[in-house]
Protein backbone atom coordinates (compact mmCIF):
# COMPACT_ATOMS: atom_id res chain seq x y z
CA UNK A 1 0.00 0.00 0.00
CA UNK A 2 1.15 3.60 -0.96
CA UNK A 3 -0.34 7.24 -0.31
CA UNK A 4 -1.02 8.85 -3.25
CA UNK A 5 -2.61 12.82 -2.80
CA UNK A 6 -3.82 11.82 0.86
CA UNK A 7 -5.24 8.43 -0.22
CA UNK A 8 -3.82 5.03 0.14
CA UNK A 9 -4.13 2.47 -2.81
CA UNK A 10 -2.83 -0.27 -4.32
CA UNK A 11 1.02 -0.13 -5.20
CA UNK A 12 0.56 -2.69 -8.08
CA UNK A 13 -1.84 0.68 -9.40
CA UNK A 14 0.57 3.53 -9.03
CA UNK A 15 4.36 4.07 -11.44
CA UNK A 16 6.33 3.10 -8.18
CA UNK A 17 8.67 1.48 -9.66
CA UNK A 18 8.81 2.50 -13.02
CA UNK A 19 12.32 3.99 -13.86
CA UNK A 20 11.63 6.42 -16.04
CA UNK A 21 8.73 7.96 -13.57
CA UNK A 22 11.31 7.93 -10.72
CA UNK A 23 14.98 9.12 -12.26
CA UNK A 24 14.47 10.18 -15.81
CA UNK A 25 15.82 6.34 -17.13
CA UNK A 26 14.66 6.23 -20.39
CA UNK A 27 14.94 7.68 -23.89
CA UNK A 28 12.27 8.71 -26.90
CA UNK A 29 11.64 9.60 -29.95
CA UNK A 30 8.91 11.71 -31.70
CA UNK A 31 8.00 11.07 -35.16
CA UNK A 32 5.29 12.20 -37.83
CA UNK A 33 3.21 9.88 -39.74
CA UNK A 34 1.60 11.15 -43.22
CA UNK A 35 -0.53 8.53 -45.12
CA UNK A 36 0.62 5.68 -43.12
CA UNK A 37 4.04 6.59 -44.24
CA UNK A 38 6.91 7.59 -41.03
CA UNK A 39 8.77 10.67 -42.30
CA UNK A 40 12.71 10.10 -42.20
CA UNK A 41 12.33 6.46 -40.32
CA UNK A 42 15.73 5.59 -40.82
CA UNK A 43 16.81 8.84 -39.23
CA UNK A 44 14.61 7.99 -35.78
CA UNK A 45 14.95 4.36 -35.36
CA UNK A 46 19.19 4.79 -35.07
CA UNK A 47 19.05 8.07 -33.18
CA UNK A 48 17.11 5.86 -30.83
CA UNK A 49 19.06 2.87 -31.39
CA UNK A 50 21.86 5.15 -30.55
CA UNK A 51 20.38 6.71 -27.57
CA UNK A 52 19.77 3.55 -25.92
CA UNK A 53 23.43 2.55 -26.47
CA UNK A 54 24.62 5.86 -25.02
CA UNK A 55 23.03 4.77 -21.67
CA UNK A 56 23.81 1.44 -21.59
CA UNK A 57 20.19 0.20 -22.08
CA UNK A 58 19.77 -3.55 -23.57
CA UNK A 59 18.63 -3.84 -27.42
CA UNK A 60 16.31 -6.49 -27.94
CA UNK A 61 16.98 -8.76 -31.20
CA UNK A 62 13.26 -8.08 -32.14
CA UNK A 63 13.97 -4.41 -32.53
CA UNK A 64 14.73 -3.39 -35.74
CA UNK A 65 13.67 -0.63 -38.49
CA UNK A 66 10.44 -2.91 -39.59
CA UNK A 67 9.45 -3.99 -35.91
CA UNK A 68 9.41 -0.13 -34.74
CA UNK A 69 7.90 0.89 -37.92
CA UNK A 70 5.47 -2.09 -37.66
CA UNK A 71 4.36 -1.42 -33.56
CA UNK A 72 3.17 2.31 -34.40
CA UNK A 73 1.47 2.08 -37.64
CA UNK A 74 -0.60 -1.14 -35.80
CA UNK A 75 -1.17 1.40 -33.03
CA UNK A 76 -2.60 4.41 -36.01
CA UNK A 77 -4.64 1.25 -37.25
CA UNK A 78 -6.81 0.13 -33.86
CA UNK A 79 -7.68 4.47 -33.14
CA UNK A 80 -8.46 4.75 -36.31
CA UNK A 81 -5.95 7.31 -37.24
CA UNK A 82 -5.54 8.08 -41.12
CA UNK A 83 -4.12 11.05 -43.11
CA UNK A 84 -0.81 12.88 -40.28
CA UNK A 85 -0.26 11.63 -37.13
CA UNK A 86 2.39 12.14 -34.26
CA UNK A 87 3.55 9.13 -32.34
CA UNK A 88 5.90 8.81 -29.61
CA UNK A 89 7.71 5.86 -28.59
CA UNK A 90 9.23 5.75 -24.98
CA UNK A 91 12.00 2.99 -24.14
CA UNK A 92 12.59 2.59 -20.20
CA UNK A 93 14.59 0.08 -18.09
CA UNK A 94 12.56 -2.71 -16.54
CA UNK A 95 11.26 -1.83 -13.34
CA UNK A 96 13.68 -2.82 -9.90
CA UNK A 97 16.40 -1.56 -8.50
CA UNK A 98 17.78 2.53 -7.19
CA UNK A 99 20.32 4.24 -9.12
CA UNK A 100 21.18 1.30 -9.90
CA UNK A 101 19.24 -0.68 -12.13
CA UNK A 102 18.88 -4.64 -11.93
CA UNK A 103 18.75 -4.86 -15.46
CA UNK A 104 19.31 -3.32 -18.45
CA UNK A 105 16.47 -5.19 -20.27
CA UNK A 106 13.38 -2.32 -21.82
CA UNK A 107 10.03 -1.77 -21.99
CA UNK A 108 8.69 0.33 -24.73
CA UNK A 109 5.09 2.43 -24.78
CA UNK A 110 3.80 4.06 -28.10
CA UNK A 111 1.08 6.73 -27.85
CA UNK A 112 0.24 8.99 -30.96
CA UNK A 113 -2.81 11.34 -32.03
CA UNK A 114 -3.83 12.97 -35.01
CA UNK A 115 -2.76 15.87 -36.62
CA UNK A 116 -4.79 18.14 -38.29
CA UNK A 117 -2.49 19.07 -41.47
CA UNK A 118 -0.46 16.74 -43.24
CA UNK A 119 2.71 18.54 -45.17
CA UNK A 120 4.39 21.28 -43.44
CA UNK A 121 3.34 25.06 -43.46
CA UNK A 122 5.05 27.94 -42.26
CA UNK A 123 3.31 29.68 -39.70
CA UNK A 124 3.78 33.45 -40.25
CA UNK A 125 2.22 33.87 -36.69
CA UNK A 126 3.95 36.69 -34.61
CA UNK A 127 6.71 34.46 -32.60
CA UNK A 128 8.77 36.25 -30.10
CA UNK A 129 11.40 34.58 -28.37
CA UNK A 130 13.73 35.26 -25.43
CA UNK A 131 16.73 34.08 -23.46
CA UNK A 132 15.84 31.40 -20.96
CA UNK A 133 19.07 31.87 -18.11
CA UNK A 134 18.14 30.06 -15.00
CA UNK A 135 19.64 26.96 -15.88
CA UNK A 136 22.03 26.51 -18.50
CA UNK A 137 22.48 23.31 -20.41
CA UNK A 138 25.77 21.11 -20.35
CA UNK A 139 28.07 20.09 -22.91
CA UNK A 140 27.86 16.74 -23.11
CA UNK A 141 26.35 13.56 -25.12
CA UNK A 142 23.49 13.11 -22.66
CA UNK A 143 22.67 16.53 -23.95
CA UNK A 144 22.17 15.41 -28.01
CA UNK A 145 19.88 12.33 -27.28
CA UNK A 146 15.97 12.55 -26.66
CA UNK A 147 15.86 11.73 -22.91
CA UNK A 148 12.95 11.62 -20.40
CA UNK A 149 14.54 14.28 -18.35
CA UNK A 150 13.69 17.21 -19.61
CA UNK A 151 13.20 19.44 -16.54
CA UNK A 152 15.01 22.76 -18.43
CA UNK A 153 12.48 22.23 -20.85
CA UNK A 154 9.64 22.22 -18.50
CA UNK A 155 10.87 25.34 -16.61
CA UNK A 156 11.50 27.26 -19.44
CA UNK A 157 7.96 26.47 -20.78
CA UNK A 158 6.73 27.54 -17.74
CA UNK A 159 9.40 30.73 -17.85
CA UNK A 160 7.86 31.55 -21.63
CA UNK A 161 4.02 31.43 -20.74
CA UNK A 162 4.72 33.47 -17.88
CA UNK A 163 6.15 36.14 -19.80
CA UNK A 164 4.14 36.00 -23.23
CA UNK A 165 6.75 34.29 -24.95
CA UNK A 166 6.10 31.82 -27.87
CA UNK A 167 9.63 29.90 -27.02
CA UNK A 168 13.03 30.96 -25.41
CA UNK A 169 16.22 30.34 -26.57
CA UNK A 170 18.82 28.23 -23.98
CA UNK A 171 22.12 28.56 -23.16
CA UNK A 172 24.86 26.01 -22.64
CA UNK A 173 27.28 26.55 -19.59
CA UNK A 174 29.94 28.35 -21.77
CA UNK A 175 26.86 30.85 -21.96
CA UNK A 176 26.40 30.61 -26.02
CA UNK A 177 23.58 30.00 -27.64
CA UNK A 178 22.36 26.05 -27.79
CA UNK A 179 18.75 25.59 -29.14
CA UNK A 180 15.58 26.94 -27.99
CA UNK A 181 12.67 24.75 -25.75
CA UNK A 182 10.95 22.95 -28.81
CA UNK A 183 14.09 22.83 -31.86
CA UNK A 184 17.19 23.43 -33.18
CA UNK A 185 17.88 27.05 -33.75
CA UNK A 186 19.33 28.57 -37.36
CA UNK A 187 20.83 31.87 -38.19
CA UNK A 188 20.71 33.41 -41.37
CA UNK A 189 23.34 36.54 -41.51
CA UNK A 190 23.42 37.56 -45.30
CA UNK A 191 23.85 34.50 -47.13
CA UNK A 192 24.97 32.25 -44.43
CA UNK A 193 23.18 29.90 -42.44
CA UNK A 194 24.58 29.03 -39.03
CA UNK A 195 23.62 26.59 -36.69
CA UNK A 196 25.26 25.78 -33.55
CA UNK A 197 27.28 22.25 -33.74
CA UNK A 198 26.04 19.58 -31.43
CA UNK A 199 29.28 19.86 -29.38
CA UNK A 200 27.82 22.68 -28.05
CA UNK A 201 25.36 20.66 -26.09
CA UNK A 202 22.25 20.70 -28.91
CA UNK A 203 19.87 18.00 -30.13
CA UNK A 204 21.32 15.57 -32.77
CA UNK A 205 17.26 16.85 -34.34
CA UNK A 206 16.32 14.94 -37.24
CA UNK A 207 14.33 17.77 -39.20
CA UNK A 208 18.02 20.10 -38.15
CA UNK A 209 19.91 16.97 -40.77
CA UNK A 210 17.05 17.49 -43.14
CA UNK A 211 17.31 21.17 -43.64
CA UNK A 212 21.23 21.46 -43.59
CA UNK A 213 20.68 18.63 -46.31
CA UNK A 214 18.18 20.97 -48.00
CA UNK A 215 19.87 24.46 -47.10
CA UNK A 216 23.34 23.41 -48.88
CA UNK A 217 20.82 22.76 -52.48
CA UNK A 218 20.21 26.26 -52.12
CA UNK A 219 22.31 27.99 -54.46
CA UNK A 220 23.83 31.19 -52.73
CA UNK A 221 23.76 29.86 -49.45
CA UNK A 222 26.55 29.16 -47.49
CA UNK A 223 26.27 26.61 -44.43
CA UNK A 224 28.49 26.32 -41.36
CA UNK A 225 28.48 24.88 -37.92
CA UNK A 226 29.45 27.51 -35.26
CA UNK A 227 29.20 28.99 -32.00
CA UNK A 228 26.78 31.58 -31.74
CA UNK A 229 26.66 33.91 -28.92
CA UNK A 230 23.25 35.79 -27.59
CA UNK A 231 25.05 39.21 -28.55
CA UNK A 232 25.28 37.35 -32.55
CA UNK A 233 21.01 36.64 -32.49
CA UNK A 234 20.87 40.40 -32.71
CA UNK A 235 22.53 40.46 -35.50
CA UNK A 236 20.69 37.74 -37.88
CA UNK A 237 18.35 38.55 -40.97
CA UNK A 238 16.66 35.44 -40.11
CA UNK A 239 16.15 33.16 -36.93
CA UNK A 240 14.03 29.33 -37.39
CA UNK A 241 13.52 26.52 -35.32
CA UNK A 242 13.16 22.52 -36.86
CA UNK A 243 11.56 20.13 -35.29
CA UNK A 244 10.02 16.77 -36.83
CA UNK A 245 6.42 18.10 -35.72
CA UNK A 246 6.14 21.84 -37.08
CA UNK A 247 9.07 21.62 -39.79
CA UNK A 248 10.49 25.15 -39.57
CA UNK A 249 8.80 27.93 -37.33
CA UNK A 250 10.40 31.18 -38.46
CA UNK A 251 10.90 33.71 -35.21
CA UNK A 252 9.71 37.11 -35.63
CA UNK A 253 11.23 39.11 -32.79
CA UNK A 254 14.13 38.46 -30.48
CA UNK A 255 14.16 41.15 -28.05
CA UNK A 256 13.78 44.37 -30.19
CA UNK A 257 15.04 42.97 -33.03
CA UNK A 258 12.43 41.64 -35.76
CA UNK A 259 13.27 39.04 -38.84
CA UNK A 260 11.50 38.05 -42.09
CA UNK A 261 11.52 34.52 -43.34
CA UNK A 262 12.53 34.65 -47.00
CA UNK A 263 15.14 31.42 -46.81
CA UNK A 264 12.60 30.19 -44.21
CA UNK A 265 9.67 29.47 -46.75
CA UNK A 266 11.90 28.45 -49.68
CA UNK A 267 13.08 25.26 -47.70
CA UNK A 268 9.84 24.44 -46.43
CA UNK A 269 8.76 24.57 -50.12
CA UNK A 270 11.86 21.84 -50.51
CA UNK A 271 10.93 20.26 -47.53
CA UNK A 272 7.63 19.28 -48.75
CA UNK A 273 8.49 18.58 -52.61
CA UNK A 274 11.50 16.16 -51.05
CA UNK A 275 8.75 14.36 -48.82
CA UNK A 276 6.43 14.12 -51.89
CA UNK A 277 9.20 12.84 -54.23
CA UNK A 278 9.68 9.88 -51.60
Do not use: W
Not at 35 to 47: A, M, P, Q, T, V
Not at 176 to 196: D, H
Not at 197 to 218: F, Y
Request: hydrophobic fraction near 40%; proline fraction near 2%.
Amino acid sequence: MINFNGNIALEENILTQNRAFLYGDGVFETVKIINNKILFLEDHYFRLMASMRVVRMEIPMNFTMEYFEEQILNLLKEKNISGSARARITVFRKDGGLYLPKSNEVSFLIHAVALESTLYALNTAEYEVDLYKDFYVTKQLLSSIKTTNKMINVTGSIFAHENGLANCILLNDSKNVVEALQGNLFMLVGKKLITPPVSEGCLNGIMRKQILALAKKVEGIEISEEIISPFDLQKADELFLTNVITGIQPITKYRKKEFTSNLAYLLVQKLNESISEN
